[in-house]
């Protein structure tokens, strides 16, 4: 006999395993994959709102079976934003019936992106809306005081994302805006003026009947107040300019969109939250003359690279200026488009 055990038992089993347990992997059997599902059978839809990972999409637009889905999104798409306005697609449990809930799966590719960064500083860009192809920038004539230099900014970044501005001045019935709008009088830019108690509703949906238009504006313009007078069933929140500040109180925490019908046509309005800043860290500095369309034309004789700051050699425009080729109108655009290019510089 050996250590090992008989002669005679040299045909069985040194060892008897039958009775070992083995714990099953937790994470599954099958290798990690990067393959993942084709979705063929997936839902297109419109994103409407976006709460706290949230998002509310309305399937099947324009159709009789017109719904909204809540839905959430796909572990794939953890790295990448879903914003109002966004085509998307779902699956899941997508009949919109309370309690439900789907997946966003894929975003489909868009047209537009309207961005902007929290300060100057700051290269990372934040998404407000996508695929729009307007922006109407709401200001007031007073209570609070129009800012030249947000709407400079409205403007760079609606020509950085390819969306046409028009730009709505409320409360005319409390200042002239005259001496304001002749800062912008060398855009080709639709402007129109409203009274407190009278809005030129047919007018401004006119100009939204087949676009979808994101509303932007500093807190307390009358931004949402627009909003609904244009579609009554919006029921947006509204507040008022505290008088020590000359702020506006935010009433609205977040983007969200309506549909505009009226016998001429449809269109879609996405509201947005009022800001006091529009930092545009995110642009490239040579894309901003865009936005100045009568400085660009002069701008086409500056040597290749030039910053047209201030102190830029041989800079057209600054010649144009102290040669008086500029006037007034044209003098107060160059400095607005030079204060914007020296602060993306500092």
Not at 222 to 247: D, I, M
Not at 311 to 331: F, I, K, M, T, W
Request: with cysteine; charged share 25%.
């Amino acid at each position: 006999m050996s250590w090992w055990g008989s002669d005679d038992d040299e045909d069985e089993p040194l060892f008897d395993e039958s009775d070992v347990h083995v714990r099953p992997n937790r994470r599954g059997t099958r290798p990690r994959t990067k393959t993942r599902p084709a979705h063929k059978d997936a839902s297109s839809g419109r994103v409407m709102a976006v709460d706290r990972g949230r998002y509310t999409v309305l399937v099947d637009e324009d159709t009789p079976a017109e719904r909204a889905v809540t839905a959430s999104r796909a572990s794939e798409l953890r790295k990448r934003p879903i914003v109002n306005g966004d085509r998307v697609d779902l699956v899941g449990d997508v009949s919109g019936d309370e309690g439900t809930l789907a997946r966003i799966v894929r975003i489909s590719e868009r047209t537009t992106l309207l961005r902007r960064s929290a300060d100057d500083t700051d290269e990372v860009e934040r998404i407000i809306v996508a695929n729009a192809d307007q922006m109407l920038i709401v200001v007031a004539a007073a209570n609070p005081e129009p800012r030249a230099r947000l709407v400079d900014r409205y403007l760079v970044a609606a020509y950085d994302a390819g969306i046409t501005p028009l730009m709505v001045v409320t409360k005319t019935d409390l200042a002239d805006p005259a001496e304001f709008l002749r800062t912008f009088a060398g855009l080709p830019l639709t402007v129109l003026t409203s009274r407190t108690e009278a809005m030129p509703v047919a007018e401004i949906t006119s100009l939204l009947v087949g676009h979808t238009t994101v509303f932007v504006g500093h807190s307390g313009v009358g931004k949402s107040t627009l909003v609904n007078a244009l579609v009554p069933s919006a029921n947006r929140a509204t507040g008022h300019v505290n008088k020590v500040t000359g702020r506006g109180r935010h009433t609205s925490s977040s983007a969200v969109s309506y549909r505009l019908s009226v016998p001429e046509g449809r269109g879609w309005i996405i509201d947005t939250p009022g800001v006091r800043s529009f930092g545009l860290g995110h642009v490239d500095p040579s894309n901003i003359i865009g936005a100045f369309p009568d400085l660009a034309e002069i701008a086409e004789d500056c040597p290749r690279g030039c910053t047209h700051l201030p102190d830029a050699p041989d800079c057209s425009l600054n010649e144009a200026a102290e040669s008086g080729r500029l006037d007034a109108v044209g003098a107060a655009r160059l400095d607005s488009l030079q204060r914007l290019l020296m602060t993306l510089a500092a």
